[in-house]
């Protein structure tokens, strides 16, 4: 079935290393959306692609939606003990009548000083 | 407060008993969505409303799982007979209609079955 898988399932960096996170689908996607959550929290929306080959930086974040539209990735430069939470991709997948917001496996950061 | 709001926040219960857990949407919301997720899991789809409408279930709720959405407004989640498998965050989330809309998630309902 349709599925959207993450990689890697965890990161631990320390404090100004790089980050990236990266979304795939077996689908072409109409969008995807990104949604962070920290720990003990709920998943926050962060941001939506929508063209093909579309990127979109907020500060420190990248966001990068393939050419194909069946993968997208997430890059963090120079992270903080802020960027800590888990990191998901969610697409909304055509079931027939509607769609369902389909969210990854999810990838969690671990930042240290 | 005008976010989507979930009660109770938590729920201990004992196996084989019946819960029923609550969502408010985001009022000019239609869709709204119910999730389940576990430690260190993505949140795993269940169900999903387009106002009262219940479009799909996913194939791998049991029987035991019901949802409602009455009058397209707030809805509920009723496991019963629980099991210790249950035991999760139960996650609401509410958008307006479209692909291209965000989802806005409540606090959760977590769920403990001893």
């Known amino acids: 079935g349709q599925q959207v898988m993450q990689i890697p399932q965890y990161q631990h960096v320390q404090e100004g290393e790089d980050f990236t996170t990266y979304c795939n689908s077996s689908?072409?996607?109409?969008?995807i959306q990104w949604y962070k959550q920290r720990p003990g929290g709920h998943p926050v929306f962060l941001i939506q692609?929508?063209?093909?080959?579309e990127v979109k930086k907020q500060k420190r974040l990248t966001f990068q939606f393939g050419e194909a539209k069946k993968n997208s990735s997430l890059h963090i430069t120079a992270t903080q003990t802020t960027d800590v939470g888990t990191y998901f991709c969610a697409a909304s997948l055509n079931t027939g009548t509607a769609s369902k917001l389909t969210f990854g496996t999810g990838t969690r950061l671990q930042v240290t000083l | 407060d005008t976010g989507v709001s979930q009660n109770p926040r938590h729920k201990i219960t004992k196996r084989g008993q019946n819960v029923t857990f609550r969502c408010d949407p985001i009022?000019?919301?239609?869709?709204l969505y119910w999730y389940r997720q576990t430690l260190g899991q993505g949140p795993e789809f269940l169900t999903y409303f387009q106002n009262e409408a219940q479009l799909e279930k996913s194939r791998l709720l049991s029987d035991r799982f019901s949802a409602e959405r009455p009058k397209g407004s707030f809805s509920t989640l009723e496991i019963q007979r629980t099991e210790q498998g249950d035991s999760a965050m139960y996650l609401c989330?509410?958008?307006?209609?479209?692909?291209?809309?965000?989802?806005?998630f409540g606090q959760g309902t977590r769920l403990t079955v001893v």
């Open positions: 009022s000019e919301h239609n869709r």
């Open positions: 692609l929508v063209k093909s080959g």
């Open positions: 989330a509410s958008r307006k209609t479209g692909d291209y809309t965000e989802a806005f």
């Open positions: 689908t072409t996607l109409s969008n």
